[in-house]
């Protein structure tokens, strides 16, 4: 057993999931539930956040985790800055510890940062007064894509604890397969990663997680199969012999999948390259798919993470 819900959040920055109890973690998990059905009505504007002021500063590329970070603060009343570091000094040189002192002396409540290097972003944290969230840092980290990941298995199989977690495709280069595996663990779950040599981390196995190298041991009898983007943008070299082959061994499609459980589900972080990890048919699949339920559910998701942040500075603890 896990055990109940923390009746607090002690931390002042959410940098990653490995080190959050089982408690802490639900407790995001059950306020994420609440902002859920909030979001599902004709009006979801709140107040929470009115005069507050939330940054988002993104070193990398984001659709998803940008935007929804976005909404999140405004859906709580917060004003909301997109610091686009395309135009921004850094361009110019500016190093991370004089960006962090800059957006220090805005006085920001908190400060949502991506980056390409793993450790950038709680480097950033130890120099500002604000609470920090990593939206995702190199192959380190992305707390609030393994939260949301895990609301969607809770609403959707009714608990974490016990299931069969497959987590399939590029995990050396994947944050967020090092955030899942975190919050799996201590959630109870059986965690598994499957793929080829080449693209699993040695030691993996340290973390708490089967290995395995082919789709049909690593999706036998699971619930939950979650599929991994091949991150180009972070390999130098050759990984797999071609987009072609990668897909006949390790893409999903339904032939791979009757190995695991008839009802188990189909979850992708995002951005999909279909026929590539994943085949168009299985991502598409309303009943086995839950690909856009990921999406809705992320907003209230970093709902939860930026109230919980911000409670001590509004008093409300
Ligand atoms: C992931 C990321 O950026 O780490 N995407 C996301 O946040 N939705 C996964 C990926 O880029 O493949």
Known sequence: MTGPAATRFPH?????IEGLTAGEISLVLDLAD???EHNRKPVVKESLLHGRTVMNLFFENSTRTRTSFELAGKRLGADVINMSVDASSVKKGETLIDTAATLNAMHVDALVVRHSESGAVKLLSDKVNCSVINAGDGNHEHPTQALLDALAIRRRLGRLEGLIVAICGDILHSRVARSNIHLLNAMGARVRVVGPPTLVPSAIERLGCEVHHTMLSGLKDADVVMMLRLQNERM???YVPSTREYFYFYGLEYEKLEVAKPD???MHPGPMNRGVEIDSEVADDLKRSMILDQVEL????????LDILTRDRRGAN
Request: net charge positive; glycine share 18%; proline share 0%.
């Open 12 to 16: 002042r920055h959410l940098l990653g």
């Open 34 to 36: 609440g902002y859920v």
């Open 236 to 238: 130098s070299g050759q």
């Open 264 to 266: 188990a589900v189909i």
């Open 298 to 305: 992320g907003v209230a998701v970093r709902m939860a993470v």
